[in-house]
């Protein structure tokens, strides 16, 4: 961010728009034995024994709420089902946390029962093999016998008996392992770094104020911490929010938790400049400001979710200097937003009470109260409701027992998810969640995630010697108080197979020295399965290469699974701190998209030495977007891109037919050389189902400049001189 003013294409799989796949196709039945790597039963030394009861189970369609697929692993035998919608192929699969060596499975049908159906074992619960078949079902209690191994088990119907669905009181798998199993407890404390206060908690002003010293200017510090709010009403409190600090009430509403009093960031540490203002999140509260505005003076990386501001809300610096941009989610403001200095904002599912100033580029999703779209003047871009939405996790008191909230999905989702009460989603206890803290190894953490549990970072750094895999369906790795992961030896930080419904959310992912190809992967190369219905979802998820010290990555963020969202991510390749320069923290791509249907609400990406962002699959959109052109790019011949001058921030390729965006705006500032030209900010195949809407290109102080702003169409920033006066494009094309 400015402290003054502010390859080769890969290998494509693409999805068809009609033949979107929820289910697994029928495959021809196969013999376990030339599937499976089989294991004898003369060789089990220990009796079967029962492994599914109890344990995480999905399911391709459910009947209604009262058919969930783990009522069929719940050992209620004749009282509980699953059921599915009334249709051929549909499947129920458990993860039975660990591999096992397969013995039999007993399933107890309801009336509704599978007249054909497979037996179905996977190591990773996307390449599944088959280990028996029924070709003549007649219902009842089928007890089929199974050889092999596997740690996800799922019947895979293929044909009905009935007109109704297909419909399993139990799905019981029996087996044995190889006694490595499940030895990690869930649950535990939550490390020194969580500051859990109740209202009669002394010293709690004391305490904020003590980190607040310690936070301040430690841009590239290790101290990480959350402050946790029981619910409750807390008075006369100013707390001080400073570098990779959360602050969050422990409710599952935010009325649960009162703050009469302040929650602010303010730039004094930097004379008064907000635009490193970074890493720092507020959540889950009720503030009644002391003067009747609270001030939320931020740039990147600093989100503000589900918060209620009863007043109003300040987003610039004391003395108005600069400002560069932030998050608003799930919140409502009664009063007015100043935006003021803010160079750019994004506000998503919310209710404010009204918005003043645009700067460059304001952009609104759902929000009640928005300013309506004029622009280029004023410089705001309004989407009545948000296509698909689904709220970032978090961790919450039930009485006197800590859960995670999962909120539910939402599509044409506008206002807060918890206007009405109660909000929607699944709860899940603590002790369904493996607590990382410092010191935990990447071998660790992944034998959690193979046990089946969750995964919850407390505030720290966390070195890993190896990737962290999330095989299992709907896994939660959340973080507290910016929790931070290193990748030592050049390894990817962290991969997400093909699944539904992972949610990453609140850590940062910081590169080590040793080049890593990549440090966040989304689904395997080639993926293909539909999530429509339940998508992965990255929220406040950072990515950092170089600043705390020298970093490297080829690819910050690679994004191969269908559906997935991204919602508010800053992925950076430092322009100061320590290890920066041209080859120091050399980092080529930003963010890559190789799935369709994906959808990023909330993307910045800045500074990368080649292209920052890079859509390859079909139907993308992205609701704003924020970028700025590395600054320290030596020379025009070290961004030569063949025979066009410079790497767009934002390229669609050219295969891609539909993609749609809103709201976008890239900024140069080539101070090592300002006689850069960039030929273009943005760059898109003509195409009539390739639209944009509200982009715009400036050239900060004259250093280094535009010629365009997408494609060959825009203004070039030559003019405006050292104005910083935007060159716009209301539409594309």
């Not at 050992?75 to 249709?87: D, E, F, I, M, P």
């Not at 921030?649 to 030209?677: F, K």
């Not at 189902?689 to 203004?715: C, E, P, Q």
């Amino acid at each position: 961010m400015p402290v003054g003013i502010p390859v080769a294409a890969p290998s494509r799989r693409r999805r068809p728009l009609p033949a979107r796949k929820g289910i697994a196709g029928a495959v021809a039945a196969t013999l376990a034995g030339s599937l499976l790597a089989l294991v004898p039963a003369t060789t089990a030394h220990a009796a079967p024994t029962l492994l599914s009861q109890g344990k995480t189970a999905t399911a391709s369609s459910i009947e209604g709420p009262a058919f969930s697929a783990s009522a069929a692993v719940d050992g209620n035998l004749t009282g509980t089902r699953w059921a599915s919608s009334w249709q051929d192929s549909q499947w129920l699969q458990v993860d039975l946390g660990q591999s096992a060596t397969l013995s039999h499975a007993v399933l107890t049908w309801e009336g509704a029962y599978g007249k054909s159906y497979q037996i179905q074992a996977s190591e990773n619960g996307t390449d599944w093999r088959t280990v028996t078949s029924v070709s003549a079902g007649d219902g009842g209690t089928d007890d089929v016998t199974l050889s092999g191994t596997g740690r996800y088990i799922r019947m895979n119907g293929l044909t009905r008996a009935t007109g109704y669905g297909f419909s399993l009181w139990e799905f019981q798998v029996y087996g044995t392992t190889d006694g490595t199993g499940p030895t990690l407890p869930g649950g535990g404390d939550l490390g020194p770094n969580v500051h859990v206060f109740d209202p009669s908690t002394p010293g709690i002003q004391a305490k904020l104020d003590q980190v607040f010293q310690e936070q301040e200017s430690a841009q590239f510090g290790s101290g990480r911490h959350a402050f946790l709010f029981k619910p409750g009403t807390y008075n006369n409190l100013n707390a001080q929010i400073g570098f990779y600090t959360q602050i969050a009430g422990l409710g599952l509403r935010p009325g649960d938790t009162t703050i009469n009093g302040d929650v602010t960031v303010d730039a004094g540490w930097f004379n008064g400049n907000a635009t490193q203002n970074f890493w720092r999140g507020a959540e889950g509260l009720t503030v009644n400001p002391v003067n009747g505005t609270d001030r939320w003076a931020v740039s990147q990386a600093s989100s503000f979710r589900r918060m209620h501001v009863k007043g109003g809300l300040n987003l610039a610096p004391d003395g108005y200097g600069w400002a560069s941009g932030g998050y608003i989610a799930d919140s409502r403001v009664d009063g007015q937003i100043g935006n003021y200095s803010q160079q750019q904002w994004y506000t998503r599912d919310s209710s404010i009470g009204g918005w003043s100033n645009s700067v460059w580029n304001q952009t609104f999703s759902g929000v009640e109260g928005a300013p309506v779209t004029s622009f280029p003047e004023p410089r705001y871009t309004t989407l009545d409701s948000t296509p698909i939405s689904r709220e970032k996790p978090y961790l919450y008191l039930d009485g006197n027992e800590y859960k995670v909230f999962a909120p539910a999905k939402r599509t044409n989702a506008r206002g807060t998810t918890w206007a009405n009460g109660t909000p929607r989603g699944e709860s899940i206890p603590l002790d369904k969640f493996y607590v990382v803290k410092p010191g935990a190894t990447a071998a660790t953490i992944n034998q959690a995630l193979d046990q089946g549990l969750h995964l919850l970072f407390t505030p720290g750094v966390y070195h890993v010697d190896r990737t962290i895999n999330v095989n299992r369906a709907n896994t939660v790795v959340l973080g507290l108080g910016l929790a931070t992961i290193i990748p030592d030896n050049g390894v990817t930080a962290m991969k997400v197979a093909d699944v539904d419904g992972v949610r990453l959310a609140g850590f940062l992912l910081d590169a080590g020295p040793v080049n890593s190809p990549t440090l966040l992967e989304i689904g395997s190369q080639n993926a293909s399965a539909d999530h429509a219905a339940n998508p992965t979802t990255v929220q406040d998820v950072y990515i950092r290469i170089g600043g705390a010290g020298a970093g490297k990555a080829t690819t910050s963020m690679v994004v191969n699974s269908d559906d997935t969202i991204i919602d508010h991510t800053w992925v950076w390749r430092a322009d100061h701190g320590e290890g920066v320069g041209w080859e120091t923290n050399r980092a080529d791509y930003g963010v890559r998209v190789n799935g369709d249907d994906v959808l990023a609400t909330g993307l910045f990406v800045e500074h990368f030495n080649k292209y920052d962002v890079e859509w390859y699959g079909e139907r993308g959109r992205t609701i704003f977007y924020q970028n700025e052109k590395a600054y320290d790019a030596p020379n025009q011949a070290a961004i030569q891109n063949g025979a066009g001058k410079g790497y767009a921030a934002y390229r669609v390729d050219d295969s891609v037919d539909t993609h749609e965006a809103w709201g976008l705006g890239s900024y140069c500032n080539y101070n090592v050389d300002p006689n850069i030209r960039q030929d273009r900010g943005f760059e898109a195949p003509v195409k009539p189902g390739v639209k944009f809407h509200s982009l715009l290109v400036v050239s900060l102080g004259g250093m280094g400049h535009y010629n365009h702003v997408i494609n060959d169409t825009g203004a070039s920033t030559v003019p405006a001189g050292t104005s910083t006066v935007p060159s716009t494009v209301v539409s594309f094309p």
